[in-house]
Every structure is written in structure tokens, then in C-alpha cells.
């Protein structure tokens, strides 16, 4: 039963560095091919994540896993969470990804579609989601850092705050007719 249980101090070092190291490939991982990665998952984008999630594993707990080593795993995956939550400045700028106009107005901007690996109907379809019946009645459409697209419908205006740090918002302000 120990063998089972139980975990070298040897090994438990291996698996908190095999577990930070696997942490670091995802999070480079996402950082590269954008946050397309974690928006709507398909079938595949599934399969996809399953399959991530066994290779962390099998990486992390080794040939023989133990349930002690798996407590450390999980252990190390949360506090990686933690610390990656907790960085600021420069450290933040290259761990996450800014958010990305997809639309300004009316005009669906391409570039950033084809920038952030967004299929034209994949766009379309989270705006029927949201309840737009006509592209008139957008405002702005943003891919999140989370992987999400939100969008803002005419009508309002659209606060200087909601801009702040997106990438594209001086194409929303132009869209909107102002220039600040």
C-alpha cells in the first residue's frame, strides 16, 4: 500500500518541477497561438484539451504515479494559478494577451480576424448570440483575453474605460465619430 500512497522527497521534487515546467510550456503555448485557443470550444478544441490535460498528467506524475504525487501536482498547478495571478508589469504584459477589436461598428476588421485565427462565421455566430439582427447595430466586437468575443450594440455611448488597453480601439472611436 505505500508504494501506492507514498512519495520519495526525490520524486516529490520531480513532480513539482515537471508539473511548473509542463504549467509553463501551456501558458507558452496559449501566449503563441492567442486566445482563439480558449475561445468557444468545438468538438475538436475539446479532444484537443482532454488530450493536453493527459500529457500534463503523464508528464507530471511520471511512470509510476502515486497519489501523494498527484496531491503535489495539483498542489503546484494551484499555486502556479496563484502566482501567475499575481504578477504585474512586464512580467503580465508577455503572460496575457490583450483584448483585440474584431469589429468597429459595422466594419469587421480582417487583419485582426485572421491575427487571432477567427473564422468569419465564428464571429457571425457570437453575434447572433448576442442578439444582433443586423451588423448596423454594433458598436464594437472584442475578443477577450479569456477567449470570448463581447459585443456592444449602437446606441450608447461607449465609455473611454471599456476601451483602455484594447488593441484597435482607436478604429471603435472612428467608427463612432469621435476622435479623443
Same mark, same amino acid.
Given at each position: 500500500?505505500?508504494?501506492?500512497?507514498?512519495?520519495?522527497? #526525490?520524486?516529490?521534487?520531480?513532480?513539482? #518541477?515537471?508539473?511548473?515546467?509542463?504549467?509553463?510550456?501551456?501558458?507558452?503555448? *496559449?501566449?503563441?497561438?492567442?486566445?482563439?485557443?480558449?475561445?468557444?470550444?468545438?468538438?475538436?478544441?475539446?479532444?484537443?484539451?482532454?488530450?493536453?490535460?493527459?500529457?500534463?498528467?503523464?508528464?507530471?506524475?511520471? %511512470?509510476?504515479?502515486?497519489?501523494?504525487?498527484?496531491?503535489?501536482?495539483?498542489?503546484?498547478?494551484?499555486?502556479?494559478? #496563484?502566482? @501567475?495571478?499575481?504578477?504585474?508589469?512586464?512580467?503580465?504584459?508577455?503572460?496575457? @494577451?490583450?483584448? *483585440?477589436?474584431?469589429?468597429?461598428?459595422?466594419?469587421?476588421?480582417?487583419?485582426?480576424?485572421?491575427?487571432?485565427?477567427?473564422?468569419?462565421?465564428?464571429?457571425?455566430?457570437? &453575434?447572433?448570440?448576442?442578439?444582433?439582427?443586423?451588423?448596423?447595430? *454594433?458598436?464594437?466586437? *472584442?475578443?477577450?483575453?479569456?477567449?470570448?468575443?463581447?459585443?456592444?450594440?449602437?446606441?450608447?455611448?461607449?465609455?473611454?474605460?471599456? &476601451?483602455?488597453?484594447?488593441?484597435?480601439?482607436?478604429?471603435?472611436?472612428?467608427?463612432?465619430?469621435? @476622435? %479623443?
Amino acid at each position: 500500500m505505500r508504494e501506492l500512497l507514498g512519495i520519495t522527497p #526525490l520524486e516529490a521534487v520531480a513532480v513539482v #518541477l515537471a508539473t511548473v515546467g509542463m504549467y509553463a510550456a501551456l501558458v507558452v503555448l *496559449v501566449r503563441l497561438l492567442g486566445q482563439r485557443m480558449l475561445a468557444g470550444l468545438s468538438a475538436f478544441d475539446l479532444a484537443a484539451i482532454i488530450g493536453i490535460g493527459s500529457i500534463m498528467g503523464r508528464a507530471a506524475l511520471g %511512470e509510476a504515479p502515486h497519489l501523494a504525487g498527484g496531491i503535489i501536482a495539483l498542489a503546484t498547478l494551484a499555486g502556479c494559478q #496563484l502566482a @501567475t495571478s499575481r504578477i504585474g508589469g512586464w512580467g503580465a504584459r508577455a503572460i496575457t @494577451t490583450r483584448p *483585440v477589436v474584431l469589429m468597429a461598428g459595422s466594419q469587421v476588421v480582417e487583419r485582426n480576424l485572421r491575427r487571432c485565427r477567427i473564422a468569419p462565421h465564428e464571429l457571425a455566430g457570437r &453575434l447572433r448570440q448576442a442578439g444582433i439582427r443586423n451588423v448596423d447595430e *454594433v458598436a464594437m466586437a *472584442v475578443l477577450e483575453p479569456s477567449g470570448t468575443i463581447s459585443v456592444t450594440r449602437r446606441g450608447t455611448d461607449v465609455s473611454p474605460f471599456l &476601451l483602455d488597453g484594447v488593441d484597435g480601439a482607436d478604429l471603435v472611436r472612428k467608427s463612432l465619430g469621435r @476622435t %479623443e
